[in-house]
């Protein structure tokens, strides 16, 4: 069923940028003759992956007919396994959420979470009554970066404990259909672009806002992993010293301990936060010159589009942390220099989650878009 060819992929994903697109336009919107579109369309049609809604009439002659994703044409698992929590997530092809759970499970036991979640998502299929056919598969969402190409991550030590092992063993087995990881921040840029700021450019990076300060870039309409697979490792731009003044988290947490608020996790900030603490100003100026840093070194060597506030930290802080920054307005002869836009990213849910969710679907449909590697 998954087998649509490379020129079945640029239809539909030329469907999904559209969001509804007469049929008689993705002639012009892929390098596709008019008879292959037609017999394409019609496949995927049959397939179940599209869907015919009701042509616009707009002058004379017959109106063409408009193909839309048909949202339970597939739908993807997303694991999210992050410092402090392990998430499940089931998506349609439309990026919407059909079901969302938090384990009780230490991330720090990768055996564990392996059992856990292979017993949550047999589960939630059971409970939803999702037609396996169309389960693209399982995306995992890990935190940090890859030493070489591959499975294997260096995350955080707080789950120190998958440091270099391949995701793809410790979870052989657990499902019964493909499985797949990548990097939490490339994930939430992926969620962004399937559901956010992807909706109006086609290029744009996205920063993720955590316990620690990672991104993604979005090109062509597609996530862009780097040949060592670390694009946008923004982070490691960072001196040691400058390290404890990017926007991450952990310093702001640190900061409210030290007043005395009883905040020890991203999750308890997110679920107690207060626009009034006075720590919040204290950190947005100590971290703003990283921050401007940052953005400068994206619009000069990424020239994007936008730049997206993203990530699991609360809005109200990514709005101010927007509305702090300084990018780039003017050249060395204070001439306007065009720059990206600053978006706070909509979506309520935790993004790597979603993305993760989102990955099967991607690289099982989707794969032959440029940019994102099968």
Known sequence: MFDIGRSGALVLDAVRRGGSVARSDLTERTPLSQQSVHRLAEDLLEKGFLRLEAPKIAGRGKPSPRLALEPQGACGIGIAIDTEEVRVAVTNITGDILHLATLNVDPNDPERVREETADCVSEIIAGLGLDLRRIAGVGISMQGYRRKPGLAFVPPPKIAAWRDRDVAEIFDGAFAFPMMAENNATLGAEAENWVGAGRRFDNFAYLSINLGFGGGVVINGAPYLGHHMNAAEISSIYTPEEQERRPALRTLIAMLREEGRDIGSVTA???????????????????????????????????????????EAPRDLRVRLARAASPRTVDEINLPFPGPELLISEIETDPNVLGAALLPIRKRLFSATPGFQA
């Open 269 to 311: 900030l997110k679920q107690r936060y207060d626009p009034s603490w006075p720590e919040i100003d204290r950190w947005i100026e100590r971290v703003t010159p990283a921050l401007d840093q940052m953005l400068r070194a994206m619009t000069g060597i990424l020239d994007p589009a936008a730049i997206v506030f993203g990530g």
